[in-house]
C-alpha cells in the first residue's frame, strides 16, 4: 500500500487541494483547517451540516492568509476588508471569519445549547437519517464534542486524520453506478492505494498502526457518515442522498477511518502505508 493523495482543507468545511507532501503532527497535516467560518446568526462553527454552501468554496493558501473562490469565480482574501460581507453574501447567512486560536481559549470551542424542540428530530437531520434508519453510534466520537464543536486547538470534527483507500472509493462508484463518487465529498487527509483490494479495507484498521513516510499513525475507528457526503461540491458532484443510503444500509453506516499521530514526521504522495 502506498499514499495516493495527501489533502490539505485550509478552511474547515471549504474544498482543499491536494499536496505533494506534508508534515503530520498531534492535530494532523500543518497548514489544515487553520480557519474556520461563525455563523453569526446561531453563533457557532459552521460546517457543512448546519452550512451546506460551505463546501462549494474552495479554500487555498495565500500569502499570510487564506484565498476563497466563490462558486462564481470571485476571489477574496483573508486580509479583506469586505472578506465577511462577501462571503455571507455567498452563504445567505451572515458569516465571519475566523483563524483558528490556540485551545487555551476555550471559549472559541464551546458548543452552545441546543435549541431544539426534539433533539431527536435534530440529530435525525443532522445526520440525515431517515425515519427507519439507525443513528450513528456516538461512541466512536470523542467526549469532548459534548461540551466543544470541535476539540480545543483544532477545527476538526473529531480526530486529526481521516484515512480513505482506493478501493472503498472504488467499492461506492460500484455499489451506486448512478452516483458521482468524488473524493472531495468525503473530504479525507489521506488516500491510501490498496490496489485491487476489494470492499472497504480501511474499516477493518482500528487500532492498528501504520508507517507513513516519517510518520506513524494510529487508526482510532471508522467514521461514521452524516449529511455532508449528500451535498452539492460543484456542479459536476451535485446533491446526492442516495450515497448516504448505501452506507448506512451496507456500510454500518461508516466509510473511512479516524486516524491520530503517534509519531510527528514527514509525508509525501508516494510513500508506502506499512502497517505495524
Not at 474544498?15 to 508534515?23: E, Y
Not at 459534548?146 to 467499492?171: F, H, I, N
Not at 455499489?175 to 468525503?186: K, N, T
Request: charged share 20%; net charge negative.
Amino acid at each position: 500500500m502506498h499514499v495516493a493523495a495527501i489533502w490539505r482543507y485550509p478552511v474547515k468545511t471549504m474544498i482543499g487541494a491536494t499536496v505533494p507532501s506534508a508534515h503530520l503532527d498531534a492535530i494532523g497535516l500543518r497548514g489544515d483547517r487553520e480557519w474556520g467560518v461563525r455563523d453569526l446568526t446561531t453563533g457557532a462553527i459552521a460546517n457543512t451540516r448546519t452550512l451546506g454552501g460551505l463546501m462549494q468554496l474552495r479554500a487555498e493558501p495565500h500569502a499570510d492568509g487564506v484565498a476563497i473562490t466563490l462558486p462564481d469565480g470571485t476571489v477574496t482574501h483573508s486580509s479583506a476588508a469586505d472578506v465577511d460581507a462577501v462571503l455571507s453574501a455567498a452563504l445567505g447567512r451572515s458569516v465571519t471569519l475566523q483563524a483558528r486560536p490556540p485551545a487555551a481559549e476555550t471559549e472559541f470551542y464551546r458548543r452552545l445549547p441546543s435549541t431544539a424542540a426534539d433533539p431527536m428530530a435534530e440529530l435525525r437531520e443532522i445526520f440525515a437519517r431517515e425515519d427507519d434508519e439507525p443513528l450513528p453510534d456516538f461512541t466512536k466520537f470523542p467526549a469532548t464534542l459534548v461540551e466543544y464543536e470541535t476539540p480545543p486547538g483544532a477545527l476538526y470534527d473529531c480526530y486529526p486524520l481521516l484515512v480513505m483507500t482506493t478501493s472503498a472509493l472504488r467499492s461506492m462508484q460500484e455499489a451506486v453506478p448512478a452516483s458521482v463518487i468524488d473524493v472531495r465529498r468525503f473530504r479525507p487527509s489521506l488516500v491510501v492505494d490498496t490496489g485491487n483490494e476489494p470492499g472497504h479495507p480501511e474499516l477493518g484498521w482500528a487500532g492498528r498502526r501504520f508507517a507513513v513516510g516519517g510518520a506513524v499513525i494510529e487508526v482510532i475507528n471508522d467514521c461514521p457518515r452524516c449529511a455532508a457526503i449528500t451535498k452539492q461540491v460543484t456542479p459536476d458532484v451535485p446533491q446526492d442522498r442516495s450515497i448516504l443510503r448505501h452506507v448506512v444500509k451496507d456500510l454500518g453506516q461508516a466509510v473511512g477511518a479516524y486516524a491520530a499521530v503517534v509519531q510527528p514526521g514527514p509525508v509525501r504522495e508516494g510513500d508506502d502505508f506499512r502497517p505495524l
